[in-house]
């Protein structure tokens, strides 16, 4: 069964940043080998998750690149599709966009802003993947 992890932001360092919960996200798939893409809202969001995935600490280094720059991008661990590139899904997308993700996915992560307007619509999305037949889970972080 498909799975949809909604993430809400409560911690400040997270509520400051939200971008960084994302490439922390992202950096547990990696560690646990599975690719994963990111739905980035705009081209600008691809750009900056580019810039935090570099700026992990020493410790911590995530291959990734943007989705349309290079032909290798297969072997990305992580790739960040910004919403003009047609990017095939993987086992996992966080997604930073508006809709729902549509086709098959096993497990979606959706970030839920700490700004009480912006989670109507997420609200909406939470019904939309549990018809779908996905397993629902909420995590505050």
Request: with cysteine.
């Amino acid at each position: 069964m498909p799975r949809a992890d909604f993430y809400l932001i409560a911690k400040p360092r997270f509520r400051d940043e939200p971008l960084r919960l994302v490439c922390e996200l992202a950096r547990k798939a990696h560690d646990a080998g599975i690719a994963t893409l990111i739905l980035a809202r705009d081209a600008e969001q691809a750009e900056t998750l580019d810039d935090l995935l570099w700026d992990m600490g020493d410790d911590a280094y995530i291959p990734h690149q943007i989705a349309g720059q290079d032909d290798d991008e297969e072997e990305a661990a992580v790739l960040i599709a910004p919403p003009d590139v047609d990017a095939a899904l993987r086992p996992i997308v966080i997604n930073l966009r508006d809709g729902a993700v549509d086709g098959a996915v096993e497990r979606v992560l959706e970030v839920v802003p700490a700004d009480e307007s912006a989670r109507g619509p997420l609200r909406e999305r939470w019904k939309q993947y549990a018809a779908r037949g996905f397993d629902v889970t909420k995590h505050d972080m």
